[in-house]
């Protein structure tokens, strides 16, 4: 993405939204060859071991759920936009949602492993599991607070985001509610995780 993203750069072609599609799109593409090409390796491996097959009802119980919240978080943020359309200075409102959720998403990538981290681990050791999320919740929110709060966030939207004083401070005044985003994300997902690990997805 990043030099694909450097090409259009360098091209001078940055002129149209389609750009952001052709770049998203490639990043989305490198994930499904990489998935494909792991996933291949590890049946390859599990094949030989001699487990018990996995029926349909199996994958029924563990599918709907995990659509039915894809599907939740594809939508909500087109909705959003609809409605940032209808506010009266709607290209503030959208660049300022825009670029708080950047930052969120950017913060929250660093800790978006809780999943995981339960389905390997909670069995193990759940002290240590609960600490980590607890940690997972604290920092990125804290992080934010920090840029809400202090002068560095001025700083940071205006040097390194690169946005005007105006949309660097109504970004700040929109991450502030994101706080609760970063806060509450982690335990959302242990809570998916534990409900997978007692095979209760429906939940």
């Known amino acids: 993405m990043f030099v694909v993203t ?5 091209s001078g072609q940055i002129d149209h939204s389609m750009v952001g599609a052709v770049i998203f799109l490639s ?22 071991r001699r487990e018990p ?5 199996d994958i029924y119980a563990f599918y709907p759920p995990l659509v039915l919240y894809l599907s939740f978080q594809t939508v909500i943020i087109p909705v959003i936009y609809a409605f940032l ?10 660049a300022s949602f825009t670029m708080a ?13 809780t999943y995981q981290i339960i389905l390997q681990f909670f069995k193990e050791n759940r002290r240590a599991v609960f600490h980590c999320v ?6 990125p929110s804290l992080l934010l607070a920090f840029l809400c709060y202090s002068s560095a966030g001025i700083w940071f ?38 409900s997978c690990c007692k095979k209760t997805q429906k939940v």
């Open 27 to 48: 990043g989305i593409a490198i994930e499904c060859i990489i998935s494909v090409w792991r996933c291949h390796r590890i049946v390859k491996k599990e094949i030989k």
């Open 85 to 94: 359309g209808n506010i009266k200075d709607a290209q503030t409102g959208m």
């Open 53 to 57: 097959a996995v029926e349909k009802r």
């Open 134 to 139: 607890i940690v997972f919740s604290l920092v």
């Open 157 to 194: 939207m205006a040097n390194v985001m690169g946005t005007s004083i105006s949309l660097a401070e109504s970004s700040l005044t929109v991450l502030q509610f994101f706080i609760l985003k970063t806060f509450f994300f982690p335990w959302v997902n242990f809570l998916a995780a534990f």
């Open 101 to 113: 959720l950047s930052i969120t998403n950017l913060v929250l990538s660093f800790f978006m492993y």
């Open 6 to 10: 450097y090409y259009f750069v360098w």
